[in-house]
């Protein structure tokens, strides 16, 4: 059946003989139906390919193989492989990318790749088969949203990377399962994972750099043995409690869990293997469980563990093993323990206590084990070390060092023991004290043990010891032993005085104050005197030895040098310093006080056991109860003086315990005995009628009268008891039990003087006792357990206030509660709360930041103002947040600017105000704001100028004036559009002239011509449009500007006049049009012309005067020179000569009156006039 490419084919129904079929192309094809018992085995190559409206199909579970990119191209929402399919042809599904479940129910090599679809909206998918899931099924999933992935029931493994580098998945693993294999969920982004207890291997990396993963949860009854190697590396573990079945944790297991601060051991790990939790940067505590043979190379190297305690078993410790824990103090070694192998405590700077068992059996330091130890100042070297590598304390600083072995004596130097900075030295061990050992060092004390037999040549030679003590047991003193030691004033002789070797003599022992004990032989005392030189500074030691004490010797120093107990408390020594020091009252009993004893802390049981009677520890005071604890008898505390008294409750088993401690009382009380004792004793109720309360009722209970007599029918019933009261009965010695038994209340019995711990012992819940008004204090002294306690409804605040802590609580309470009764939230964090758990209540984020990470805090809903209130930095929380979710904490447009948010996104969030401080430029800005806005952000005019603005946008109102002027330079301003008219207020006129400004600019500005005319020639304020009477107000007669080619009609009539421009030279005819009127005035009288020294005088008068009378002439040659101006008198013009003869011309012109226009001539030679002069010279003509 072969329909490719049939664009209108929608449905197909497949007939029962098709076996083979092809729709390529068939993009409508929206509906295929198989027929009920299909003979189809394979599903083509491309069969369906590019259908594009295929939602949906049911593969027939006849079908064994579907070929390649069978489906590619379809719209297949759902896809799901029967168990029948053997074959997969490669990504018979690829180009599906709206697939939202996948049900895989068979499996050959399949994994999700080949299957080839997307997977971005896929959300679930179910594996559904017998059997294990083979290795890589879900290679490359990339989901950007959760998947369930449903594992069926019947599922025994889950293959090698499974689920490698899932992006986000929901998975459980059902109980069938019972290995996971390597890399099953490495880098996947699972949370948490709960393992079932079928599983029995955890395989090398299945939860490698599962980056979100904070829990793992064991289920109880766990049959798992093996965590492989790198199983949880890199995980943001918080606590995690290895099940009691695991017996091996390879490699690396958990290195670089930093978050990881508490775990709890298998009690069946046998090796804790290669760096299985090397980086656990949060581990605080380590117990290492006695099952553990061995720990291996670098296996908590550069964790944060403070107290490591080994249990016994283990016998080595590994290369490397606590390399650079830097925050570790304090490690508890146990008697076990053989090796300590090369730098395995190497550079933990605080290590400061190294604690050895009192019967080691270490046998062997490695090189360099505990160098670096930079805060190691006491360190004890025990008696079984034999063997000792290169330099195992190099450059540790320890000041004082404790060697009980022998062994290491050769090597000392060589065991990086700084001479620096090691100041005392105790030697416990039997033997010698080789040559040299001390030699040239800055040791200020040496302590010998009594242990000690012989000291060699040159032992102490040591600048800085102040003294020396020399125990009984010393017998030879080698040469020289304590040459060069200058500081050392004193020398103690404990004993019998050593062989010295002679050549030692003065150069060891001169200028010393040798002490000795007294009693010595002469022959001793002359040989000190002989090594001294000096019989003054040869000294008995006092009785009391009080020099000692005085030297500075401790009774550590003292005792561990063979003094006895008797000379330390001679010394001044008290006995409580004895006691903390560990001495038995034994010890100390013959010649100590007792009262001092008893102050000093013995009690009476030690006391006993040093030998004291009862009657002497009476005599100090010793109550009945603690005599009775060191097993006195009774009879013993009576004779004593010891009378009545409930706790001495300790039957004879002969005689009761009344007869022996009233021995001797009343006959009264020996008469109740014998009633009780007869062969049918005297019943109570017979006593009663017979002596009623004659006898105190104590006598009734020593004697052995039972409570059921009192009370017959119950204390519920009659609570009468003959009229005795309930405390009666208590203070008689009646037991709580007994009480109880009778149906007597907690609540009464309380209140009658019961003890808690009675009422506990009669068998009353704590919920009884808590009602009867018993605190929580009480009862958690009285023994009761948490579980009782919590039965009891204890408030966690009160279990707080007794020493719990919220690990323990935290079964029985919420996180708030615990929160509440004021535990820290550090205590709360090593119980092991969620980070969830602590924001539901109510931490804060920044109380939980040093506790967890930053993702698992985003991941458990604390919001970005959250996180920033915990100091968390916009570069730490924009990975996780939205910017207008980082705005809103709020972050500062500088801090989301610093980690490079733009400001096209954050001009959405802030002011301008915000943004200019961010800081964003005028330039930047200037996109999304206006210049208005700009100026209001207080951008200078610099700033905006070189965003781009024109300084002629910066015109004021914008910016001032005298900002501008004082941010620019006038020809800045200039270039930048600025006016003269807008400069003329800031700049003088040359300053506007030297910039360039021009005379049009300048007029436009309000300069007049008369400014602008020492600048500017007449032309050019002439083509500046300035007017003829603005000109003339400058100074400019008419002639200037007719010459200057003035038009007529810049000339107006109110200034000038027609005659006066005429004279200029203006035309008639056009003075005319201009309508200006020319009137022409009588010509002046010529008097007289002569000559003078070749000069030519010419006097005339005016003849007739009126309103246009000349006022002066003008007069000048043909030669252009102009002489003088004169005025309307008659004055003379001296005109001089000219040097040659020639043809002069001669205009007098009036300076101010265009009607004083007049023309003399001369052609001939000197002076004559022009025939326009009339006969006798006596007129000029008028032009």
């Known amino acids: 059946c072969y329909l490719q490419n049939n664009p209108s084919l929608t449905s197909i129904v497949i007939p029962d003989s098709v076996t083979n079929f092809n729709f390529y192309e068939c993009k409508q094809l929206s509906s295929v139906t198989f027929p009920t018992n299909p003979l189809i085995t394979t599903i083509g190559a491309s069969a369906f390919y590019n259908c594009q409206a295929l939602t949906s199909i049911t593969i027939p579970s006849s079908v064994t193989e579907i070929g390649q990119r069978a489906f590619e191209g379809c719209n297949l929402s759902s896809i799901t492989i029967p168990s029948s399919v053997t074959t997969l042809g490669y990504q018979p599904f690829v180009g599906n990318n709206n697939v939202k479940t996948l049900f895989i129910n068979s499996f050959t090599s399949l994994n999700v790749t080949v299957l080839g679809c997307s997977l971005g909206l896929v959300e679930s998918i179910t ?27 019947n599922i025994t493994s889950i293959g090698a990377e499974a689920f490698t580098n899932c992006s986000q998945i929901n ?73 009691n079945s695991v017996t091996n944790i390879d490699a690396q297991a958990f290195q670089y869990c930093g978050n990881l601060s508490s775990i709890t051991l298998s009690n069946n790990l046998t090796s804790i293997s290669y760096a299985a939790f090397a980086g656990t940067a949060s581990l605080i505590n380590i117990i290492i469980p006695g099952s553990v043979i061995s720990i291996d190379e670098y296996a908590f190297a550069s964790s944060g563990i403070k107290t490591v305690r080994i249990n016994e078993g283990v016998t080595s410790i590994g290369k490397n093993a606590f390399y650079l824990c830097q925050s570790l103090t304090t490690v508890y070694l146990p008697s076990s323990l053989e090796i300590i192998q090369n730098r395995a405590f190497l550079n933990c700077g605080n290590l400061k206590n190294v604690i050895f068992p009192f019967r080691s059996n270490l046998k062997q330091f490695d090189d360099f084990c505990f160098a670096e130890c930079y805060s190691l100042d006491t360190f004890v070297i025990p008696s079984s070390l034999q063997i000792i590598g290169y330099m195992p304390f190099f450059n540790s600083r320890i000041t004082n060092l404790i060697i009980n072995s022998v062994f290491c004596l050769d090597k000392l130097w060589n065991m990086g023991i700084s001479k620096s900075f090691t100041k005392t030295f105790t030697l416990d061990f039997f033997g010698t004290v080789p040559t040299g050992l001390f030699g040239n060092i800055n040791v200020t004390k040496i302590t010998l043990s009594s242990k000690i037999s012989r000291i060699e040549d040159w032992a102490f030679n040591t600048t800085y010891i102040t003294s020396m003590l020399f125990p009984s047991s010393i017998t030879y003193i080698g040469d020289a032993a304590l040459y060069n030691t200058p500081l050392c004033k004193n ?56 020099e000692l004490k005085d030297a500075g010797y401790s009774i550590a120093d003292l005792a561990i040098s063979g003094l006895s107990p008797k000379q330390l408390y001679a010394i001044g020594y008290t006995a409580k310093q004895l006691y903390d020091s560990g001495y038995s009252a034994k010890q100390l009993i013959d010649f100590v006080p007792l009262t001092e004893l008893k ?121 009468n008891g003959y009229g005795y009261e309930i405390v009666e009965f208590v203070s008689a010695g009646f037991s709580a039990k007994d009480l109880k038994y009778i149906g007597v209340p907690a609540t009464i019995l309380k209140a009658a003087g019961c003890s808690v711990y009675a009422l506990k ?65 550090v205590e709360l964090y090593y119980a092991g709360y969620l980070a969830s758990e602590f924001k539901a209540a109510g931490f804060s984020a920044a109380v939980l930041k040093p506790y967890f990470t930053l993702a698992v805090l985003v991941n458990n809903g604390f919001n970005a103002a959250n996180l920033k209130e915990a100091n968390f930095s916009a570069t730490d929380l924009k990975a996780y947040f939205s910017l207008s979710e980082l705005a809103a904490a709020p972050f500062s447009a500088k801090e989301l600017k610093a980690v490079g948010f733009l400001l096209a996104g954050l001009k959405d969030y802030f002011t301008i105000d915000a943004l200019v401080a961010a800081p964003f430029s005028a330039l930047e800005l200037k996109t999304y704001f206006t210049l208005s806005e700009l100026v209001a952000a207080k951008f200078s005019a610099k700033d905006l100028v070189s965003a781009g603005f024109l300084l002629s946008d910066l015109k004021p109102p914008i910016f001032t004036l005298d900002i501008l002027t004082k941010t620019f330079s006038l020809t800045e301003l200039k270039t930048g559009g600025f006016s003269a008219a807008d400069l003329k207020p800031s700049f003088t006129l040359s300053e506007l002239v030297t910039v360039g400004f021009l005379a049009t600019e300048l007029k436009a500005a309000g300069f007049s011509a008369t400014n602008l ?4 020639g007449l032309y050019i304020l002439i083509s500046s449009l300035f007017t003829a009477a603005e000109l003339k107000a400058a100074g400019y007669n008419s002639t200037q500007l007719y010459n200057a080619g003035l038009q007529i009609s810049k000339f107006d009539k109110t200034n000038f006049s027609g005659l006066e ?81 020639k043809n002069i011309t001669i205009t007098i012109t009036a300076s101010d009156d265009l009607t004083s226009g007049y023309k003399i001539s001369e052609a001939s030679n000197g002076w004559s006039f022009a025939q326009t002069v009339a006969s006798g010279l006596s007129t000029l003509n008028n032009l």
């Open 491 to 546: 020398v103690f002789f404990l004993g019998k005085i050593p062989e010295i070797s002679t050549s030692s003599g003065y150069e060891s022992f001169g200028g010393k104050t040798l002490y000795y004990v007294d009693g010595i032989p002469d022959t001793d005392y002359n040989r000190l005197v002989n090594l001294s030189g000096n019989p003054a500074l040869v000294k008995p030691l006092s009785s009391d030895l009080h």
């Open 599 to 719: 102050d000093a802390g013995y009690s009476a049981t030690d006391m006993k056991a040093a030998g004291c009677t009862v009657t002497q520890l009476h005599d100090v005071m010793y109550t009945a109860s603690q005599l009775y604890v060191a097993q006195f008898t009774a009879k013993e505390l009576y004779d004593a003086g010891y009378k009545k008294s409930p706790s001495l409750d300790n039957p004879d088993p002969t005689y009761t315990l009344g007869y022996i401690l009233y021995a001797g009382y009343s006959e009264d009380e020996y008469f109740l005995f014998d009633m009780m004792t007869q062969a049918v004793p005297t019943p109570l109720s017979e006593l009663m009628s017979r002596y009623g309360k004659k006898y105190k009722l104590v006598n009734y209970y020593l004697t052995g009268y039972k409570l059921i007599e009192f009370f017959p029918n119950g204390y519920g019933v009659d609570p």
């Open 171 to 243: 998975i459980s693993i059902p109980n069938s399962v019972t290995k996971i294999g390597i890399n099953a969920f490495q880098g996947s982004k699972i949370t948490s994972i709960t393992i079932p207890n079928s599983v029995t291997k955890l395989d090398d990396g299945c939860f490698a750099s599962c980056s979100l993963l904070t829990s793992v949860t064991f289920e109880n009854d766990s049959t798992l043995k093996t965590i492989g190697v790198n199983c949880f590396n890199t995980c943001p573990l918080v606590s995690i409690v290895i099940p």
């Open 761 to 825: 012992d009669a068998g009353f819940s704590t919920p009884v006792l808590k009602t009867a008004g018993f605190s929580t204090k009480e009862l958690n002294a009285a023994g009761f357990l948490l579980q009782d306690l919590i039965d009891a409804q204890c408030p966690a605040v009160e279990l707080k206030a007794i020493g719990y802590f919220p690990i323990e609580l935290k079964p029985f309470f919420t996180l708030l509660v615990l929160k509440n009764a004021g535990f820290t939230v």
């Open 127 to 153: 594996f559904n088969v017998p059997g294990p899931i083979p290795d890589y099924v879900n290679t490359g999933i990339s989901n950007t949203k959760p998947i369930n992935v449903i594992l069926g029931p």
């Open 1013 to 1016: 005319k020492p600048y500017f």
């Open 1061 to 1141: 421009l005429f004279r200029a030279g203006y035309n008639v005819n056009e003075l005319n049009a201009a309508g200006f009127e020319i009137v022409f005035q009588p010509a002046p009288v010529i008097t007289n012309v002569s000559y003078v020294r070749n000069s030519v005088n010419i006097d005339f008068t005016q003849t007739t005067a009126n309103t246009n009378a000349i006022t002066g002439y003008l007069v000048s040659t043909n030669n252009g020179q102009t002489y003088t101006s004169i005025s309307n008198t008659v004055s003379p013009i001296r005109i001089p000569s000219p040097s040659t003869n």
